[in-house]
């Protein structure tokens, strides 16, 4: 019976091993795609950061970077919502944010901001959307209680910026793939204020989403890393597997994930619902998404850098900074390496919908959108167990006795009749089965007699 359950097991291991190897198939991703546009995230970012130092949300100058992007994106061949060329890839929204007034409250503050959504569109029919995000807009002149932020986002933003223009560039360019989903292109403007770009994005679309990659940060850090969620999913082991394939220096999650979910509070560096970034709300939307994002990603030592001090968020997140501490030929290989992965994913067509679609089915993954649902189910499984534990234990011990072992159990009311037998210090009650002894007096004095032990006190023997 062993060995039967034992080969039952090595046959069940072995059809999971082809049905894997079957879903992960060798990716077909185009060889030369990097030799060809090796660089270009770099020329794209310079050329952004430098012109759009200023790209404060819901100001001229955020508008004149939008109005910038969608005329390199319809150059490019791509197009708006509607098919239209540069002036519809441009999305107005509105939202409100909760800005602090004074010490002790918040006032609710009325913004505007805009999107750039371009289009890749398929020939297939009702074909799904893989959206490919970056944010673009910044902060440097938004004031709070009366101080400019002052943050320009060249690290955050405009590096990002510049490698999501790279992988557009390789997308359209002489291939012209036949691609069985649509990709969106989409730069979030306002993502400062509690990701109101990726929210107004969600909230409008109608197309049924198949996935989404997010990128921030990327050219800065010590490392590039991937981040999915804490449930790791279909798609998530199909990006690590092109990660290993190709040799990228691509990071995943340090080891100790909940460490800092608890002292963190759920923000930064990490946590179930994704590192601050666009990628949380798509996964609370219910879609498989990817983040990446240069960082030093250590648990509690995590930091940008190593070396240099943390820019990211800070007035010192200029494009003359970023370039000073990081250098250029360092910042161009990351974005290249980034627009590397990112234009495979993007151009695997058939492997990269299997994954991805099937990834939304994931049942690991549903209901897992905040910190109390966490627990919850990670208590809930541990009680599980417990329960499990106690069933086999029974279990256990109903066959044990069913094969005649011994029952050890305490006779109680053995124990009880002793037990009044020791406070009967007359001798007035009959006694327990077990135990000498008539009840009578002078009997058990005869039936005891020669039976008591000698006296040691007697020592002359006298009695």
């Given amino acids: 019976m062993k060995r039967r359950a034992f080969s039952l097991l090595i046959v069940i291991t072995l059809l999971s091993v082809v049905c894997v190897t079957s879903v992960f198939a060798p990716v077909a991703a185009a060889e030369g795609v990097t030799s060809s546009f090796a660089g270009v995230a770099y020329t794209e970012f310079e050329s952004f950061a430098s012109q759009f130092a200023?790209?404060?949300?819901?100001?001229?100058?955020?508008?004149?970077?939008?109005?910038?992007?969608?005329?390199?994106?319809?150059?490019?061949?791509?197009?708006?919502?509607?098919?239209?060329?540069?002036?519809?890839?441009?999305?107005?929204?509105?939202?409100?944010?909760?800005?602090?007034?004074?010490?002790?409250?918040?006032?609710?503050?009325?913004?505007?901001?805009?999107?750039?959504?371009?289009?890749?569109?398929?020939?297939?029919?009702?074909?799904?959307?893989?959206?490919?995000?970056?944010?673009?807009?910044?902060?440097l002149t938004y004031t709070i209680e009366g101080s400019a932020v002052g943050v320009e986002d060249a690290a955050y933003a405009a590096s990002s910026v510049g490698c999501l223009l790279a992988v557009a560039a390789r997308l359209t360019s002489s291939t012209r793939m036949a691609l069985p989903y649509d990709v969106a292109f989409a730069f979030m403007g306002a993502e400062y204020f509690n990701m109101a770009g990726t929210s107004s994005f969600l909230q409008t679309n109608v197309q049924p989403l198949l996935g989404a990659v997010y990128l921030s940060q990327v050219g800065v850090g010590d490392d590039l890393n991937v981040y999915y969620d804490e449930v790791k999913r279909t798609h998530a082991a199909y990006v690590d597997d092109i990660i290993g394939r190709y040799g990228m220096a691509?990071?995943?999650?340090?080891?100790?994930?909940?460490?800092?979910?608890?002292?963190?509070?759920?923000?930064?560096?990490?946590?179930?619902?994704?590192?601050?970034?666009?990628?949380?709300?798509?996964?609370?939307a219910g879609v498989p998404s990817v983040h990446l994002?240069?960082?030093?990603?250590?648990?509690?030592?995590?930091?940008?850098?190593?070396?240099?001090?943390?820019?990211?968020?800070?007035?010192?997140?200029?494009?003359?900074?970023?370039?000073?501490?990081?250098?250029?030929?360092?910042?161009?290989?990351?974005?290249?390496?980034?627009?590397?992965?990112?234009?495979?994913?993007?151009?695997?067509?058939?492997?990269?919908?299997?994954?991805?679609?099937?990834?939304?089915?994931?049942?690991?993954?549903?209901?897992?959108?905040?910190?109390?649902?966490?627990?919850?189910?990670?208590?809930?499984?541990?009680?599980l167990a417990v329960v499990l534990a106690v069933v086999v234990a029974v279990l256990l011990v109903r066959r044990?006795?069913?094969?005649?072992?011994?029952?050890?159990?305490?006779?109680?009311?053995?124990?009880?009749?002793?037990?009044?037998?020791?406070?009967?210090?007359?001798?007035?009650?009959?006694?327990?089965?077990?135990?000498?002894?008539?009840?009578?007096?002078?009997?058990?004095?005869e039936e005891n007699k020669g039976n008591t032990p000698p006296d040691t006190n007697d020592i002359f023997g006298e009695f």
């Fill in 54 to 139: 200023d790209r404060t949300v819901g100001t001229e100058f955020e508008l004149a970077a939008a109005n910038w992007l969608a005329q390199r994106l319809s150059a490019m061949g791509l197009v708006g919502k509607d098919g239209g060329q540069a002036a519809n890839m441009i999305v107005p929204f509105d939202f409100t944010y909760q800005q602090a007034d004074g010490y002790y409250s918040t006032v609710e503050v009325k913004h505007s901001s805009s999107n750039v959504v371009a289009y890749l569109r398929s020939t297939a029919a009702n074909a799904p959307l893989l959206v490919l995000a970056a944010p673009y807009s910044n902060e």
């Fill in 250 to 284: 691509i990071q995943g999650r340090p080891f100790d994930p909940g460490y800092s979910v608890q002292v963190y509070g759920g923000d930064l560096p990490y946590a179930h619902v994704g590192i601050a970034g666009g990628n949380y709300l798509f996964m609370q």
């Fill in 293 to 383: 994002f240069g960082y030093h990603w250590q648990g509690a030592a995590s930091c940008e850098s190593t070396t240099h001090a943390d820019i990211v968020y800070t007035t010192d997140d200029t494009y003359a900074k970023f370039v000073q501490l990081y250098g250029r030929e360092a910042i161009s290989n990351r974005l290249d390496l980034c627009a590397d992965l990112v234009s495979i994913v993007a151009m695997n067509g058939a492997d990269t919908q299997a994954a991805f679609a099937k990834a939304q089915t994931d049942a690991g993954y549903q209901g897992l959108v905040s910190d109390a649902a966490y627990y919850a189910l990670r208590w809930s499984v541990v009680g």
């Fill in 400 to 445: 044990s006795r069913a094969a005649g072992t011994p029952d050890f159990s305490v006779n109680s009311e053995f124990i009880n009749g002793r037990q009044e037998a020791r406070d009967d210090v007359f001798g007035e009650s009959a006694p327990i089965e077990g135990e000498s002894g008539s009840g009578d007096e002078e009997s058990d004095k």
